[in-house]
């Protein structure tokens, strides 16, 4: 959960407290959303090596 809040915090600017008090289905949304941004940037970063 940490690494997800601060790739929100580094790329949205959004405080872990706005995404933490975000409803239930809101919160697994924006993490979930996340998730996969961050394995998109991994995957771009392995493809440019």
Do not use: C, Y
């Amino acid at each position: 959960m940490a690494a997800k809040l601060h790739f929100i915090w580094q790329k949205q600017g959004r405080l872990p407290s706005e995404i933490l008090g975000l409803n239930r289905g809101e919160r697994a949304f924006v993490l979930a959303s996340t998730m996969l941004a961050i394995e998109e940037a991994n995957q771009a970063e392995e493809d440019a090596r």
